[in-house]
Structures are given as C-alpha cells and as structure tokens.
T-cell receptor
Framework: DAKTTQPTSMDCAEGRAANLPCNHSTISGNEYVYWYRQIHSQGPQYIIH???NNETNEMASLIITEDRKSSTLILPHATLRDTAVYYC???????????FGSGTQLTVLP | GAVVSQHPSWVICKSGTSVKIECRSLDFQATTMFWYRQFPKQSLMLMAT?????????EQGVEKDKFLINHASLTLSTLTVTSAHPEDSSFYIC?????????????FGQGTRLTVV
C-alpha cells in the first residue's frame, strides 16, 4: 500500500468546516483513498472512500486532486463529537487489511 | 454498514493468567478477520490475520504461541493472550472485511482494553 502523510494535529471551531489534508504521492492507479476515524478508546469507524472522483456521503466529503497525489476530507459542520484521530489510508480495493499511519488528531473547539 | 462485535470491552487479569477476546461479525460472514494492537498514543498495529478453517498468519515480531487465534466459524474469531504480563496491557481491536461493489470494506469491533496487573 502507498504511504500517506498527514499533519499530526489540527483544531477546528465547532460549526465550522474541518478540512483534513492527506498526501499520497506514490499512489498507484488501482489504489483507493480511504478515511477512517477513531474516537478515543473505540474501534476505527469508516468515513468515506474514493478512487478519483470526489465523493460525498452523510458524514463527509472527499476531494481528490486530479493527479491523485493528495486528498482532503471535509467535515462540513464540525461538532464536538467529531474530535478524533483521522486516518487516511490508500489501498487496493480488493485488499482485506488496512495499514494505519499516525493520522491527524482533530480537536473541535467549542 | 456491517457490524462487528467484540467482547469484552475491558478486562483486568492477573499476571500469568490467560485472557480470551471474542470478535463476531453479526450480519455477514467473514472468512478473514484481523487483530490489531494499539498502545497509548500510538497507531493501530496489525498483529495477525485470522483465516476461517486454517492457521492464522502472524506479523513479524508477534509470538504465535502467546497470542493464540482461532477462527472456527465464518462469524467468530477469538484471540487468547496466554500467560499475560503487564507489557501485554494494550487496546486490542478486531476487524472483519466484507465484499462490496468497489472491493472490500473493513468494519471494526469496539476494542478490548486489557490491563494485566
């Protein structure tokens, strides 16, 4: 799986959009970009994934650059419950396991 | 999405005893499950891959005789920490994958906090 680089930590004001960047410059053509988050002392939770098109679901939006070397996860209206470690992972779609990097600690401030 | 249930959520045991952690896929069949370990302020590290009906595959540095994995059915994998010691205290998380339209999707249990005293 391709390596990803994320900032160690970010703060966001409650109610504002949280934009979490991820660099994956060595991504291969058949690798997807996945985002998971882990709230303290819980198992990771799936957020969203995409191949090359931008994606949106009820939780977040995923913006992938045209060259696919980076992406941004957007939480449109962050709440205190969105405080968590966010992991950006790239992997082949058929792969079963995930390799976790260090992720970004997002702290939503009141 | 699919649900993976892990039990217990936390356990405290005495040094030298064994502890069993269960991981169940509640609404889908999982031929493969994964066990991760997470130390404080660190990321998840894959310990082993649990294969239904066959031996588990362990990552480098993980002792297979200490962390016994059994995957006897398509919905249940167990991790037994044998002769636990304080350094085994950690957060253990299981994961199961399900095939979806774009490949596979991983679902995680809620984790088990093991404290060895």
């Amino acid at each position: 799986d391709a390596k990803t680089t994320q900032p160690t930590s970010m703060d966001c004001a409650e109610g504002r959009a949280a934009n979490l960047p991820c660099n994956h410059s060595t991504i291969s053509g058949n690798e997807y970009v996945y985002w998971y988050r882990q709230i303290h002392s819980q198992g990771p939770q799936y957020i969203i994934h995409g191949l090359k098109n931008n994606e949106t679901n009820e939780m977040a939006s995923l913006i992938i650059t045209e060259d696919r070397k980076s992406s941004t996860l957007i939480l449109p209206h962050a709440t205190l419950r969105d405080t968590a470690v966010y992991y950006c992972i790239v992997r082949v779609g058929s792969a079963r396991q995930l390799t976790f990097g260090s992720g970004t600690q997002l702290t939503v401030l009141p | 999405g699919a649900v993976v249930s892990q039990h217990p959520s936390w356990v405290i045991c005495k040094s030298g005893t064994s502890v069993k952690i269960e991981c169940r896929s509640l609404d889908f069949q999982a031929t493969t499950m994964f066990w991760y370990r997470q130390f404080p302020k660190q990321s998840l590290m894959l310990m082993a891959t649990s294969n239904e009906g066959s031996k588990a595959t362990y990552e480098q540095g993980v002792e297979k005789d200490k962390f016994l994995i059994n995957h006897a059915s398509l919905t249940l994998s167990t991790l037994t920490v044998t002769s636990a010691h304080p350094e085994d205290s950690s957060f253990y998380i299981c994961s199961a994958t399900e095939f979806i339209q774009s490949g596979t999707e991983a679902f995680f249990g809620q984790g088990t906090r093991l404290t060895v005293v």
